[in-house]
């Protein structure tokens, strides 16, 4: 992915022309060996590093910021004084894996931004190692050695510049080695699925053996095509094509979860259980009781009011652990009631996309990407009275 950047993008095959060490490692352009003054009047070397904003998957956009972070001491002045002009903070800054840097700097030019990355990368250069060359004039970004690009296994088809953009690259990696397993693919388990999806997760397997209908284009995020509709394909088929113009490691499992099956769930990390029968919830809970996966139960119900001139009902997000199975079968409903309410097909695709939102940001709380400071094992949100509440074991 690297190289075909530097092969598309003119300003970086500048920077690498004119003899500049970089590198485009998670979503961020490294520059290496830049010569600074240090407070001994020494010089050393560090490393810049730069956001990342593309205008289309290969081709890079103008800076999105005029900052940069830094890998190395401070850089000072040739008399060994603070470089001031462009201190902005200095602390520990955990961009990505491997990527650790102790300073942000910002130097704005007149106009406010800079026009493109190499603008950016030598002015900073200048500014850096400037100071540098009063004490060794030989001093110079400039080494012309080249740097292989590292191969990164991104299940992902471009670079993630969203969680570079944000700094969050680390933490986005927290979901890489999880193997997640969705059990219905109807309203809540597509958005769920689509929050998911673009998340860094290795592997994502759906199954739902129901076909894709109409009805579902208006349950579904996004547009569905008519021409995908007279296709005659299942759910999962059409997700797992959609998806895959992002990324990689959806697979489609055209197959209902039953008795004979339910322990392929076994072996994932965690199971969004999205099915709409009761009894596939119990059978699911049941049959992972004694193992070690998380399952994470989704369940909504709406009703009309009385009068019939409104809707009122709830939403759930109810977690199972193996210190709360028992628990959580208690909170599940089996059969009847729960089967009535989705028979009555009062479905909204705003509260399937609730209910998804709060089933996938409790995945990520126990994955470490938010903070956790309620260990509760159910959620609820009620629409009448605009309330969320959660339940936590005593």
Known sequence: MSRLLISRNPELQRLINEGFEIEIRSGYLLVHSVPYATSNKQVAHGVIVSELTMATPDVLGRPSTHQVHFIGEHPCKADGTDLVQIRCQSTEFKLAEGITAQHHFSNKPKCGYYENYYEKIT???RVISGQAKALD?????????????????????YQDTASSRAGIQRLAARFCQQRIAF???????SYALDLVAKTHAAEIHLFDAD???????????GA?????LDRGITKVKYLS???????????????MIHVDNVMELARFDYVFLCADRGEVRHLVLRALADTGVTVIDVGMGLN??????????????????????DIALTRIPKVDRDEELYASNIQVADFNCLNAALAVAKWKRMSGFYLNDHDEYETTFSVNLNQLSRLEQQ
């Open 224 to 228: 569905i095509s008519r021409e995908i």
């Open 183 to 189: 059990v219905g693919l109807g309203g809540t388990g």
């Open 304 to 325: 009309l009011s009385h009068d019939q001139e409104s809707i009122w009902g709830t939403c759930r997000v109810t977690v199972s652990t193996p210190s709360t199975r």
């Open 241 to 255: 094509e959609h998806y895959a113009t992002m990324r990689r490691g959806i697979v489609p499992h055209e197959v």
């Open 123 to 125: 002015s900073y250069v």
């Open 211 to 221: 076909m894709l209908r109409p009805h579902n284009a208006f349950r579904f995020p």
């Open 137 to 157: 004039p030989s001093a110079d970004a400039r080494t012309f050695r080249t740097r292989e690009p590292i191969e990164e296994n991104s299940v992902f088809l």
